[in-house]
């Protein structure tokens, strides 16, 4: 099946530190990335869609200079949360419909997640 | 505005259980339905799809149902399994924007 390798699946870094997050997928076209992150008991909760080759969309309260991200290629999106502070603190998962053939399934597969921890 | 309701919050049941799983919407202009399973401190795999017009999907152990005209879906897991424990989290896609809305889970434990 489709894999969506996720790294690093844990990280503790200082308060003002940036982290990155990086998300591939390896056996398929992921033209979509969606960025999900999760507090402990609580659901997910979308950050931001990005796109291969445009700027990504970030849901209303998302700080786009704090969370970056970038999509450069069909199989790589990294997210970057900038000057991390305790709050920041969460598990972040992406996900991407599997693209092949020029067709788009809507069945979403996910990296492992990253569990942050900012001290 | 979409909410999702998953019932019950926790469950917990010896292994060899037939179990159903419930998950709920308040509105039912749906583009599809989906069921994830969420092992702790991983990220989910998805277990069943099921489009606006199907009314249910089956794949090994699991059935999901699907009505939308009362804002319900069910996942049906036969004979479970310790390696059934997990969090089993519903996610439905509007119709308008595509973006999912995700329930708070189930968390299972199937007992030895």
């Known amino acids: 099946g489709a894999v969506v390798s996720q790294h690093p699946s844990r990280v503790i870094c200082k308060s003002g530190t940036s982290v990155k997050i990086e998300c591939r997928s390896l056996?398929?076209?992921?033209?979509?990335m969606f960025w999900y992150r999760q507090f402990p008991k609580q659901s997910l909760m979308l950050m931001a869609t990005?796109?291969?080759?445009?700027?990504?969309?970030?849901e209303q309260g998302v700080e786009k200079d704090k969370f970056l991200i970038n999509h450069a290629s069909l199989t790589l999106s990294t997210l970057t949360v900038t000057s991390a502070h305790p709050e920041d603190s969460s598990f972040y998962i992406c996900?991407?419909?599997?693209?092949?053939?020029?067709?788009?399934?809507?069945?979403?597969?996910f990296g492992s997640g990253t569990q942050l921890s900012v001290l | 505005k979409q909410e999702v309701t998953q019932i019950p919050a926790a469950l917990s049941v010896p292994e060899g259980e037939n179990l159903v799983l419930n998950c709920s919407f308040t509105?039912?202009?749906?583009?599809?339905l989906q069921w994830f399973r969420q092992d702790p401190g991983k990220g989910l795999t998805s277990l069943l799809l099921?489009?606006?017009s199907q009314r249910e999907q089956t794949s090994g152990r699991l059935n999901a149902s699907l009505d939308k005209s009362s804002g319900r879906s069910t996942l049906y897991i036969a004979a479970s399994q310790p390696g059934d424990s997990a969090t089993y989290l519903c996610?439905?896609?509007?119709?308008?924007?595509?973006?999912?809305?995700w329930g708070l889970g189930t968390s299972l434990a199937v007992n030895p």
């Open positions: 996900s991407a419909p599997m693209r092949r053939g020029g067709r788009t399934n809507e069945k979403l597969f």
């Open positions: 056996d398929f076209q992921a033209t979509t």
């Open positions: 990005s796109n291969e080759g445009s700027k990504a969309t970030y």
């Open positions: 509105d039912s202009a749906i583009y599809n």
């Open positions: 099921i489009q606006s």
């Open positions: 996610a439905v896609k509007t119709g308008n924007n595509r973006k999912l809305i």
